[in-house]
């Protein structure tokens, strides 16, 4: 089975930034010139997904928009011959075939519950979540993380989740995966689960393999969502449904390849500025010196 939806939660109120989420969502903070929330949808479109719906809320019509044409500003970048520009702007848009739609979260109960809030637009079929804080970066020679777990998807036809080593004394921060027998799973890339704890503190971790924001989901996830168990943090988390759905089926982590920019956070969100600002080559001859400048007098 193919995955054709994907989940994006959108809804938070992003108090980490403040203050200018105030009246900006994080999604919109930009990497270099780019929205978050455009990173995270191109991986989607990339992978082959066909429906990308956004789980959002009051005061973030503005990410709808961004993936809207912009009728006036497209005819005065043609005007001026700012063709280049203008094909920017028009490659924002979906791809032919391809949607952006959204629904809302009404409260902010959990992760779990934005998920289940997406429903019914995903229907009964597999589907994947991104979480546009996670940007995960991949460099030309390997394929977007999205497209490596749909791939890995076609193969296992299960339940799989993108995972990391963290510093053990960071378990609190993440969901973390119990593995079925570490020894077994050591090194490997798809790694059975036999349990997941959300937000664990170092000394009860079952492991530091961290879950990132990249899932691909089957649909007996929704009915464990929808029993409204609150957990970690007293929200709905989506950890604990993926946990509970281990009693029906198998669920893997994924070992995947790239680099994950934590973007929920204030250094990571500058590591990632920093590190892609330095991809673009029109950026990075004037970067250079002022960052080695930077070191040597910090040092
Ligand atoms: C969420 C998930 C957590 C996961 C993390 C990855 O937590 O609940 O399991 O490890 O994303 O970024 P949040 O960062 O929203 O607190």
Request: proline residues 7%; negative net charge; aromatic residues 6%.
């Amino acid at each position: 089975m193919t995955i054709r939806t994907a989940v994006l939660p959108v809804a938070g109120l992003g108090t980490r930034f403040l203050p200018v989420t105030k009246s900006i969502p994080k999604e919109m903070l930009p990497v270099v010139d780019r929205p978050l929330i455009q990173y995270v949808v191109e991986e989607a479109f990339t992978a082959g997904i066909e429906q990308v719906v956004l789980v959002s809320s009051s005061g973030k019509g503005v990410l709808e928009d961004h993936f809207d044409s912009h009728v006036e500003l497209e005819m005065a970048l043609a005007a001026k011959g700012k063709d280049e520009l203008l094909q920017l702007v028009k490659d924002i848009a979906p791809p032919q075939g391809k949607s952006i739609s959204a629904v809302r979260q009404s409260a902010p109960l959990g992760l779990g519950h934005a998920v289940l809030c997406a429903r019914p637009v995903v229907g009964n079929e597999p589907f994947a979540v991104l979480l546009p804080d996670d940007l995960i970066w991949t460099d030309g020679s390997t394929s977007a993380v999205l497209t490596q777990m749909v791939e890995q998807f076609d193969e296992i036809q299960a339940s799989l989740i993108a995972v990391m080593e963290v510093s053990p004394s960071q378990t609190n921060l993440y969901g973390v995966i119990d593995p079925y027998d570490p020894e077994l799973d050591d090194g490997n890339d798809i790694i059975r689960a036999k349990g997941f704890v959300e937000k664990p503190s170092p000394e009860v971790a079952p492991s530091n393999l961290a879950l990132i924001g990249r899932y691909i989901l089957t649909p007996e996830i929704f009915p464990l969502l929808a029993n409204g168990k609150k957990g970690a943090g007293g929200e709905i988390q989506l950890t604990d449904a993926i946990s509970a759905l281990l009693e029906q089926q198998s669920v893997f982590g994924y070992r995947f390849r790239g680099v994950r920019y934590d973007c929920g956070d204030k250094t990571g969100y500058q590591m990632a500025n920093l590190a892609l600002s330095l991809q673009r080559s029109e950026m990075r001859d004037e970067l250079l010196p002022f960052i080695k400048k930077q070191l040597a007098d910090w040092s």
